[in-house]
């Protein structure tokens, strides 16, 4: 039995109530969620009843097609697990699309319903808002085509976007993975959580997770260190925060953060937080920082809860991991991506994550490398340019900083300093051979994200920060 108290034995299954059995349970009075204000079951229940209503009316059905354009609220989850449980597909827009990127979305997936909202989104860094939801039927819409319960789209963090589609049953097959792990929240518990709930890690590892397990799932009203630490201190119990490394070197930031002796952890999804910031950041706070790896496609695929194997994970239970060629393949029963035929990204049974890494045979702990585009040849000599990267955010007076490859090496680094900035080269030569130094160094004023908080590495998208 893991320490969350859940028995190893019997997995969990997607039956067709799987959003009552598996999320929905619990006292009316148990507080589950918390948007600014508490939610407990019986309210959640409540509002998932009356947006289940309205869909049905629209004529949504078991078998139908609903798109979500909705940033973290109440109504998001209402609308999300309403859709599941008339039985519909559900495909997840960004509320950050442009009206452009919206319908080239919307002709893609060509959903029967479109849920979106009235007003203008506030802006301030928020991490829930309290919006009104709007539901409308699409003339243009089909039904689902598949039998997947849940469309994605990628970050697209290196490139244009895939159509992403999960199953009920490997929705589930992942909260069981959580359920199973050491070191994950347990009931009772509350979990902070900072990325969002639109994209896996906080839609699986935070608010599925969380609904099932029983452990308080808070968002703070926005994403400054305050704020955060406002939400870790309002509650009495064990938290832990959840998100990725932009938040890490967020909270690391804080000079002289208050005691919070209920903060337990701190995990972080994506990239590996680099040491230097990883190390600040236990300096500041004195808790354990956590490290997972997964992707849209899978979810969850190893950890190091404790911190204990930094770099390497532990394969989450239920999924192999394996190396060929120096590449990370996971198991997978299916091709997780719509209108993708690639044979090297997936075949009989096994995902290509296209990220370089390694597999210790004896302990089974998976070390990853990178993605294997950021292995290139220079001159005939490999650089891995993840540690240039990571050799150019460590210097004085950087404070974010990416590495790409197109025809040389380019660097983009934020560095606000003009000293700084005039010593980076010489700073570099220092620490990188001649063949790893990148050709081009442009200072910006800031690096463009994706929605989840990853780092652009898109050529494209990279200029158009200078």
Not at 137 to 164: D, F, M, Y
Not at 200 to 211: A, P, R, T
Not at 252 to 277: D, F, H, I, N, W
Not at 426 to 438: D, H, S
């Amino acid at each position: 039995m893991s320490n969350n108290g859940w028995a190893t034995g019997a997995p969990l299954s997607a039956s067709a109530d799987w959003v009552d059995d598996i999320l929905l349970r619990g006292a009316d009075r148990d507080v589950c969620l918390h948007f600014g204000a508490p939610v407990d079951r019986a309210a959640l229940r409540h509002a998932v009843a009356d947006r289940e209503a309205v869909l049905t009316r629209l004529g949504l059905a078991r078998g139908g097609s609903v798109a979500l354009q909705l940033p973290p609220s109440l109504a998001y989850v209402a609308n999300l697990l309403a859709a599941w449980r008339i039985g519909a597909q559900v495909a997840l827009l960004d509320h950050r699309l442009t009206p452009f990127e919206t319908e080239r979305a919307l002709d893609r997936l060509a959903p029967q319903v479109l849920v979106g909202h009235t007003g203008t989104i506030p802006g301030g860094l928020r991490a829930f808002y309290d919006i009104t939801d709007v539901a409308t039927a699409r003339a243009t819409g089909r039904p689902a085509e598949t039998h997947h319960s849940v469309i994605q789209l990628s970050s697209g963090s290196t490139g244009p976007s895939k159509v992403i589609a999960r199953t009920a049953e490997q929705l589930v097959a992942e909260v069981d993975r959580y359920t199973r792990i050491d070191g994950v929240p347990l009931p009772g518990e509350r979990v902070v959580l900072l990325a969002s709930v639109v994209h896996v890690l906080g839609l699986v590892g935070g608010l599925l997770y969380c609904l099932h397990a029983g452990t308080e799932l808070v968002l703070p009203e926005r994403l400054t260190v305050d704020s955060i630490l406002k939400a870790v201190a309002a509650g009495e119990a064990p938290t832990t925060l959840l998100g990725v490394p932009f938040h890490t070197e967020l909270l690391a930031s804080a000079v002289e953060p208050p005691k919070l002796p209920q903060l337990k952890r701190m995990t972080t999804g994506g990239e590996l937080v680099r040491a230097e910031v990883s190390q600040k950041f236990v300096d500041r706070y004195g808790i354990i920082l956590g490290n997972m790896y997964g992707m849209t496609e899978v979810g969850v695929i190893a950890t190091d809860l404790y911190g204990a194997n930094r770099p390497s994970l532990m394969p989450a239970p239920g999924l192999a991991v394996r190396e060929q060629d120096g590449q990370l393949l996971v198991s997978a029963p299916e091709s997780p991506y719509i209108g993708l035929v690639d044979p090297t990204r997936w075949a009989d049974g096994w995902l290509n994550t296209k990220d370089a890494g390694q597999v210790d045979p004896e302990t089974g702990l998976i070390t990853v490398l990178g993605r294997l585009d950021s292995q290139v040849s220079v001159g005939g000599l490999k650089v891995d340019l993840t540690e240039v990267e990571h050799t150019l955010a460590a210097l004085p007076g950087v404070e974010g900083a990416v590495v790409i490859f197109d025809r040389g090496i380019e660097a983009y680094a934020v560095v606000p300093d003009p000293d700084a900035a005039a010593a980076l080269e010489g700073e570099l030569a220092k620490r990188l051979a001649p063949f790893k130094r990148p050709r081009e160094l442009h200072i910006v004023a800031q690096l463009p994200r994706t929605a989840t908080g990853k780092l652009v590495r898109d050529h494209a998208v990279l200029r158009t920060a200078e």
